[in-house]
């Protein structure tokens, strides 16, 4: 069994280990504001598109080979990929289970039915063929293929979020500042 680590004392710096979620954007300057908004409606459509594929026509693959054409790098295609297989995989299995439970009350329903116990206010369980996830607001969900997060040497800011774009060698660089929480 893995023993979980320990707090740093106070003064020390915490490792980030998993995720850095939710960035401001706020410190950001325009420049890389357009940078950004350039690159999330092409991300966007790519992983909606993936998204559809692997609810509708095939099982969810991270490992997929890329489908569609797009001006992202196939770096950020493969993570295009990985977050709509993730969002695809969490659908089929919420769609699978209430499924299940569909059989399940149908299969009361008719024993209940057969025994002559059915309230006379019952319903015949139905099935509603649920709708393919449509993607309702940006959410890049990145990897280090694509994102790098490096610590800030002499700045105000903690850390620097560097973030491949749609032009090819430009990356951009976003100041984070880690909030306190104590």
Known sequence: MKSRPKRPKPGKPYTITKAVTH???????????AALDALAP????????YVTLFCTEEQPDKLRDPRFETPLSERWHRVAIMQAAGIARSWRTNRAAAYEQY?????????E???GTLEASARTPRWHEWNVPTLRQPCIQANVNVVKLE???DSTYDYWLII??????????VPVKLACYW
Do not use: M, W
Request: contains cysteine; neutral net charge.
């Open 103 to 111: 059989q399940q009350d149908l299969a009361h329903y008719q024993h």
């Open 42 to 49: 092409v991300y966007f459509a790519l992983c909606q598109q």
């Open 164 to 173: 491949s774009t749609l032009t090819k060698g430009e990356p951009i660089r």
């Open 113 to 115: 039915q057969a025994e």
């Open 151 to 153: 610590a800030s040497q």
């Open 23 to 33: 960035i401001r954007l706020i410190e950001a300057n325009s420049g890389k504001l």
